[in-house]
């Protein structure tokens, strides 16, 4: 299995929009170094046959999807509603084109809900326009394109978001973005996985999100093979962590691409 990181970056991107002279606010991060330029977060899965599983439609989709050369998908999940996680939703209309029917979608049942009341022409075409996602609940959803897929919902602040497992080719890897506490039904879900992509927002605490310590504990809990940081504000320079971090764990940046 693969994964391509499509995005590493926090809700606003790095460098956020601003600075003195408008160019951004790079914050603690060098903007010379490249790694630092962080849009918002997204990761693609491959299987060694070449099935391909894109898990949130971020803000910035389409940048993403051209960058990594990607023009086909099996099928698309989605963590939760928040913008940066689901505003990038219309760059699916071109992966539809020259289907037979809609791209499979998924999401936990209120994400759903969400989801249809906010992009309702997505699922059920409009003035002509075909459908472009036929959007299901998780409830019954065991295996997608060749893929083994499990899930939980993970506590972020005052709400949740959905955490993956993808099995395939007798590897697994499991994306945890957005959370705020470890819960047992986590370090069930990510035991024993080759790549875990995690939430880690900064390094001091946060009320809706993992921050580096939380981040290395669910690692440690679950038993993963590797760590992969995502989710990385302005505070996190992409060397300086690199330095920080131990042995087995990965600082994530966009483009970034691991095997399992």
């Not at 290395?216 to 300086?240: F, I, N, P, W």
């Amino acid at each position: 299995m693969k994964l391509v990181m499509l995005g590493s970056g926090t809700s606003t991107g790095v460098p956020r929009i601003g600075g003195e002279d408008g160019t951004g606010d790079w914050g603690d991060c060098d903007p010379n170094e490249p790694r630092n330029r962080r849009t918002r977060v997204s990761i693609l899965v491959e299987s060694d046959e070449g099935r391909r599983l894109l898990v949130d439609t971020s803000s910035d989709c389409r940048a993403q999807l051209l960058a990594n050369r990607i023009n086909r998908i099996d099928a698309v999940f989605w963590t939760h509603d928040h913008a940066d996680h689901c505003h990038g939703i219309d760059d699916l209309r071109v992966l539809r084109y020259g289907r037979g029917g809609p791209i499979p979608a998924y999401a936990s049942t209120e994400t759903v809900r969400r989801l249809r009341q906010r992009f309702g022409y997505v699922f059920a075409g409009q003035d002509g326009y075909p459908t472009i996602c036929s959007l299901e609940t998780l409830d019954r959803l065991r295996i997608v394109a060749g893929f083994g897929v499990e899930w939980c919902q993970m506590q972020h602040g005052p709400g949740e978001t959905t955490g993956f497992r993808f099995d395939a080719d007798g590897k697994s890897i499991a994306y945890a973005t957005d959370f705020s506490e470890i819960s047992e039904e986590m370090v069930d879900l990510y035991s024993g996985v080759d790549i875990l992509v995690s939430d880690c927002l900064r390094r001091d605490p946060h009320p809706t999100h993992a921050h580096l310590d939380m981040a290395l504990e669910l690692a440690e809990r679950s038993g993963c093979g590797t760590l992969v940081l995502s989710h990385l504000d302005k505070s996190m320079d992409y060397q300086t962590l690199v330095d920080e971090v131990p042995e087995g764990v990965v600082v994530g940046y966009d483009g970034l691409e691991l095997r399992a």
